[in-house]
């Protein structure tokens, strides 16, 4: 009788570590189900969220309105506070569409912008060091503009806040002649100089090494307007001025140009896993109470093989 007794004993024993196991694998698989779940959608790329904001004067040239609205903020070519007019061929050495005066006449055809197109092959009027894309602007002199003013390239921004701005300059040939260069913040009514300086052609200013301005960040509000203005220098001895090879990009400061905004996802795995160790907990409680059960089993047989 102690014999059977202590057989139900260890079958009850064993029946209750199964059943625990059994219990604890149940609830770490609900836990580790419920709890795994992302704890919302991931971000997708909406109308409220930060767009990459870039304006890049090469990327953004137009043939067809000047001035023209970007992706981000709006550019114009200007001849003091007008904007140039669409030019179909500026020359016969240099037959480039772009903006310019309205006249078009020899002694009258400065400034002229442009953005190289691929079949102009270093035409003599524009010289050599340019590359396919290139946006060259030709200042005004006293001979080629007649006194009109200065040319300048304005970027507005569609809304107050700061950017980052990066320059370069060249020019494109080698005459002896001389351009100087101002950036600026010009508001209704004060002018705020960020950068100025001279493009000499005597081969130590190139497209390779050209006078460069990195600004980090500029407070712009919406009023603003930032200005690059070109102008035969003061100091020239020839008095005409020249081509101008220009790289001009600016960011607003704080959004991710290089990253789409839904590839930017929350760090999920240090969660996860926190959760797989609920599952591993139920996995370990089963297999333990499988074991148990075993050597329950076991117990039972040789304690029933043994004296009654």
């Given at each position: 009788?102690?014999?059977?007794?202590?057989?139900?004993?260890?079958?009850v024993?064993?029946?209750?570590?199964?059943?625990?196991?059994?219990?604890?694998?149940?609830i770490?698989?609900i836990a580790?189900?419920?709890?795994?779940?992302?704890?919302?959608p991931e971000p997708?790329?909406?109308?409220?969220?930060?767009q990459p904001?870039?304006a890049?004067?090469?990327a953004?040239?137009?043939?067809?309105?000047n001035?023209?609205?970007?992706?981000f903020?709006?550019?114009?070519?200007n001849?003091?506070?007008?904007?140039?007019?669409?030019?179909?061929?500026?020359?016969a050495?240099?037959p480039?569409s772009?903006?310019g005066t309205?006249?078009?006449?020899?002694?009258n055809?400065?400034?002229?912008g442009?953005?190289?197109?691929?079949?102009?092959?270093q035409?003599l009027?524009i010289?050599?060091?340019?590359?396919?894309?290139?946006?060259?602007?030709?200042?005004?002199?006293?001979?080629?503009s007649r006194?009109a003013?200065?040319?300048?390239?304005?970027w507005?921004?569609?809304?107050e806040?700061e950017?980052a701005v990066?320059?370069?300059?060249w020019?494109?040939?080698?005459?002896?002649?001389l351009?100087?260069?101002q950036?600026?913040?010009?508001?209704?009514?004060?002018?705020?100089?960020?950068?100025e300086?001279?493009?000499?052609?005597?081969g130590t200013?190139t497209?390779s090494?050209?006078?460069?301005?990195?600004?980090?960040?500029?407070?712009?509000?919406?009023?603003?307007i930032?200005?690059?203005?070109?102008?035969r220098?003061?100091q020239a001895?020839?008095p005409?001025?020249?081509?101008?090879?220009?790289?001009?990009t600016?960011n607003?400061a704080?959004?991710?140009?290089?990253?789409?905004?839904?590839?930017v996802?929350?760090?999920?795995?240090?969660?996860?896993?926190?959760?797989?160790?609920?599952?591993?907990i139920?996995?370990?409680?089963?297999a333990?109470s499988?074991?148990?059960?075993?050597g329950?089993?076991?117990?039972?047989?040789?304690?029933?093989?043994?004296?009654?």
């Amino acid at each position: 009788m102690k014999t059977k007794a202590k057989i139900a004993q260890a079958v009850v024993a064993g029946g209750l570590i199964l059943l625990m196991g059994i219990a604890g694998w149940w609830i770490g698989t609900i836990a580790n189900a419920d709890r795994s779940q992302p704890a919302g959608p991931e971000p997708v790329a909406t109308a409220s969220q930060p767009q990459p904001q870039v304006a890049d004067i090469k990327a953004d040239w137009s043939n067809v309105e000047n001035p023209h609205r970007a992706a981000f903020g709006t550019w114009s070519f200007n001849l003091e506070n007008t904007p140039l007019s669409p030019v179909a061929s500026w020359s016969a050495l240099a037959p480039v569409s772009g903006w310019g005066t309205s006249a078009n006449v020899r002694g009258n055809d400065c400034p002229i912008g442009f953005r190289a197109p691929p079949n102009l092959t270093q035409p003599l009027e524009i010289g050599p060091d340019y590359e396919e894309g290139d946006i060259v602007f030709h200042t005004t002199d006293r001979f080629n503009s007649r006194g009109a003013g200065e040319a300048n390239i304005t970027w507005k921004p569609s809304q107050e806040g700061e950017v980052a701005v990066a320059l370069a300059l060249w020019p494109t040939r080698r005459i002896g002649r001389l351009n100087h260069w101002q950036l600026a913040v010009r508001s209704a009514d004060s002018l705020r100089v960020l950068g100025e300086g001279s493009l000499p052609e005597d081969g130590t200013c190139t497209r390779s090494r050209p006078a460069a301005l990195t600004l980090e960040s500029v407070k712009l509000n919406q009023a603003d307007i930032l200005e690059l203005r070109l102008n035969r220098s003061p100091q020239a001895s020839d008095p005409s001025g020249d081509f101008v090879g220009i790289r001009f990009t600016i960011n607003a400061a704080g959004t991710m140009a290089s990253r789409p905004v839904a590839a930017v996802t929350p760090v999920a795995q240090p969660v996860l896993l926190h959760h797989n160790i609920a599952m591993i907990i139920a996995l370990c409680a089963l297999a333990l109470s499988i074991c148990a059960c075993v050597g329950v089993a076991w117990m039972a047989i040789v304690l029933r093989r043994g004296p009654k």
